[in-house]
């Protein structure tokens, strides 16, 4: 069992930055590729950004590809996203997720194991 609480979410201009954390519980979490998740209103959820559970393959959809950066600290249980040159349509609550499988190109919402709550972040113009 692994709990995900994520944090870090506000308010940010257009081409600014924010940094998400994601905390997890549980002996386990090395064991879990990670990866973050966004919706905004009226929308499913799109996939922003993974990590393999050492850390070192990640993979990027190209809507943030270049602007955001998936890392995890493996000793402190969390993995974070850097998100620069934020733009309106970046709005969205994200939600951080953990999978034993590595999906390679392909991350859906669909099946991935363990669910954070979610964080807001808003980008104004």
């Known amino acids: 069992q692994v709990q995900l609480v994520e944090s870090g979410g506000g308010l940010v201009q257009a081409g600014g930055s924010l940094r998400l954390s994601c905390a997890a519980s549980?002996?386990?979490?090395?064991?879990?590729?990670m990866a973050w998740f966004r919706q905004a209103p009226g929308k499913e959820r799109e996939f922003v950004a993974a990590?393999?559970?050492?850390?070192?393959?990640?993979y990027y959809p190209d809507s943030v590809k270049g602007r955001f950066t998936i890392s995890r600290d493996n000793a402190k249980n969390t993995v974070y996203l850097q998100m620069n040159s934020l733009k309106p349509e970046d709005t969205a609550v994200y939600y951080c997720?953990?999978?034993?499988?590595?999906?390679?190109?392909?991350?859906?919402?669909?099946?991935?194991?363990?669910w954070g709550k979610g964080t807001l972040v808003t980008v104004s113009s």
């Open positions: 997720a953990a999978d034993w499988k590595w999906r390679g190109s392909s991350w859906s919402s669909v099946g991935m194991d363990y």
């Open positions: 549980g002996r386990t979490f090395t064991s879990y590729n």
């Open positions: 990590i393999s559970v050492n850390g070192v393959t990640t």
